[in-house]
């Protein structure tokens, strides 16, 4: 058993696809997706459905995989669910080198911060700094860097 991937449904696929590359690095893998017809209608439960988009594969990965997956469909269905503490899959996080120097590459590209950045010591002696930001769609992602005392 492996993890594959994480799904983001986008109003804009490609510039959401293009964030992720920016901020992190991340590239295309394989084709781009158009998919449609009755095997994705049977998988969905949804007529006449038609998604686009593409996998980009995760930085400090070898391969092809894990990615995520970024799509648009054609009719999209819209809910409030964007605080930090809904229930369901509420981020995605990202060890990096220096949350304050990516946290303005991602500002810089539109991103928003939640929150205030903070630094919080742990018992094994390490200490973490966190930030949430929201990417160009909204979607929250949870940037981390980790050192030694």
């Known amino acids: 058993m492996k993890f594959v991937h994480t799904n983001i449904i986008a109003k ?3 510039k959401l696809s293009q964030f992720y590359q920016n901020v992190f690095g991340a590239k295309p893998v394989g084709f781009q997706r158009d998919l449609s017809g009755q095997w994705l209608e049977q998988l969905t439960g949804i007529e006449n459905v038609h998604l686009v ?3 980009l594969s995760l ?4 391969g092809h995989l894990p990615t995520l997956e970024i799509f648009s ?7 409030n669910r964007t ?3 809904c229930t369901g899959i509420r981020h995605i996080a990202f060890e990096v080198e220096d949350v304050d120097s990516l946290l303005q590459k991602a500002l810089r590209e539109g991103a928003e911060q939640l929150g205030e950045k903070v630094t919080k010591e742990y ?6 700094t966190f930030v949430y930001i929201r990417d160009i769609e909204g ?3 949870e940037l981390q860097s980790w050192k030694d005392l």
């Open 12 to 14: 804009d696929w490609k």
């Open 53 to 55: 988009g593409e996998h």
């Open 59 to 62: 930085p400090g990965y070898d």
């Open 73 to 79: 469909y054609d009719e999209l269905v819209h809910e």
């Open 83 to 85: 605080s930090i503490n």
């Open 123 to 128: 018992p094994d002696n390490k200490c973490a």
């Open 139 to 141: 979607n929250i992602i």
